[in-house]
Every structure is written in structure tokens, then in C-alpha cells.
T-cell receptor, first 111, second 113 residues
Framework: TQLLEQSPQFLSIQEGENLTVYCNSS?????LQWYRQEPGEGPVLLVT?????EVKKLKRLTFQFGDARKDSSLHITAAQPGDTGLYLC???????????FGAGTTVTVRA | DTAVSQTPKYLVTQMGNDKSIKCEQN?????MYWYKQDSKKFLKIMFS???????INETVPNRFSPKSPDKAHLNLHINSLELGDSAVYFC????????????FGEGSRLTVL
């Protein structure tokens, strides 16, 4: 059983469309991170959220942390082919010193 | 100048062999990790070391033995390789034991035949 469930598993959209990826858990997290991984490379951090209800924006990407700190979402506006990749959420349960990852959402943006 | 570098990038070997993967970070971080990513892209933590001391040891077979000669290096030795060990192994580092941001290497793809 995974600590973090991501949905959908795969997402294929046309350039210019919007998309949302979800990350859910029954556990409370002290912080939650989103990473993007491209083929043949390691994941790279996009954002960290730590406060329940927090919203962070990174250009066309909007990240939200749920009020209860159990879930998060990533919304991409006007997606571009360069947004293609594997999006991973990762959470740290308080004081357990490890980051647990969701299974990822593979996003493909078609030109 | 690569921040977290691991070698080799690709490793193809026969069942039963012993192999090692090396990792070095030049970020001055205190904590290093090994993660395993399976064919479904799921990343699972295996080990973490903080200043050369083992702090996380997940349910990993004894055939896997990490070694940290200093805080900039964390190597992974695998004995008696099995088919199910085929995966991409990622080394990562973070500034402190309470992870914060993880910096990953490019991964080492292990294929056991």
C-alpha cells in the first residue's frame, strides 16, 4: 500500500489545454513536494508546500496543499510540449526523516 | 559540474553476480540516500545516511549493503543479483536529515539477465 496516491496515472493533452494532477493520502504531512522527472534523468524539485491551504505559483504551474495537509494538486495552465514529463508528489510525515513518493503521473503534451 | 553523480549509468549483468554502484555529491550536504525506481516508475527509499551514519534502512534484502566512507560518498553493493533487482537506482542528497529538497543523480539502470 502506497502512502501517496496520484491520479490520473497517465494524461495526454493538446498544447494550450489545462490539466490537473492530484495527490492524496490518509496521512498528514509536515511538508509536501512536487518533482518533475524527464526520461533518463533524476527527479527535479518544482515546489515545496508546508502550510495547510497554501497555494504556490510557478509561472503556469499552480500548486495547492489541502487544508488538512493530506492532499495536494498541481494545475498547469496552457500546457506546452516542454511540460511533458513524469510528475511526482512526495511527502514527509512529521519526524520520520524520509520522503515517500507517489507513483507519479505521466503527462504528455502534444504539439 | 554535476552536483550528484553516480556510476555506472548502465549495468547489465547475470543473475548471481555481485555489483556496485558509486555515488558522490559535491553540494556539501550531510545526508545521502538510495532510492529504487521500478518499471512502473515508483520511487521507493532504500537507505539513508547522515554524516556517514545509517538512519533509514527500509525493508531491503541483506544482499544490499550500503557503505558511506565519508559524507560526500554513498556506495551500494549488491550480492547474488536476482532478476527482480532490475530497476533504476537513484542516489540523492539533502542538506539535513529531515529531507527538505532532494537532489538526485541521473540514475543507474541495472538489468539482471
Amino acid at each position: 500500500t502506497q502512502l501517496l496516491e496520484q491520479s490520473p496515472q497517465f494524461l495526454s493533452i493538446q498544447e494550450g489545454e489545462n490539466l490537473t494532477v492530484y495527490c492524496n493520502s490518509s496521512s498528514v504531512f509536515s511538508s509536501l513536494q512536487w518533482y518533475r522527472q524527464e526520461p533518463g534523468e533524476g527527479p527535479v524539485l518544482l515546489v515545496t508546500v508546508v502550510t495547510g491551504g497554501e497555494v504556490k505559483k510557478l509561472k503556469r504551474l499552480t500548486f495547492q496543499f489541502g487544508d488538512a495537509r493530506k492532499d495536494s494538486s498541481l494545475h498547469i495552465t496552457a500546457a506546452q510540449p516542454g511540460d511533458t514529463g513524469l510528475y511526482l508528489c512526495a511527502g514527509e510525515v512529521r519526524n520520520d526523516y524520509k520522503l515517500s513518493f507517489g507513483a507519479g503521473t505521466t503527462v504528455t503534451v502534444r504539439a | 559540474d554535476t552536483a550528484v553523480s553516480q556510476t555506472p549509468k548502465y549495468l547489465v549483468t547475470q543473475m548471481g553476480n555481485d555489483k556496485s554502484i558509486k555515488c558522490e555529491q559535491n553540494l556539501g550536504h550531510d545526508t545521502m540516500y538510495w532510492y529504487k525506481q521500478d518499471s512502473k516508475k515508483f520511487l521507493k527509499i532504500m537507505f539513508s545516511y547522515n554524516n556517514k551514519e545509517l538512519i533509514i534502512n527500509e525493508t531491503v534484502p541483506n544482499r544490499f549493503s550500503p557503505k558511506s566512507p565519508d559524507k560526500a560518498h554513498l556506495n551500494l553493493h549488491i550480492n547474488s543479483l536476482e532478476l527482480g533487482d532490475s530497476a533504476v537506482y537513484f542516489c540523492a542528497s539533502s542538506q539535513e536529515a529531515s529531507p527538505g529538497e532532494l537532489f538526485f543523480g541521473e540514475g543507474s539502470r541495472l538489468t539482471v539477465l
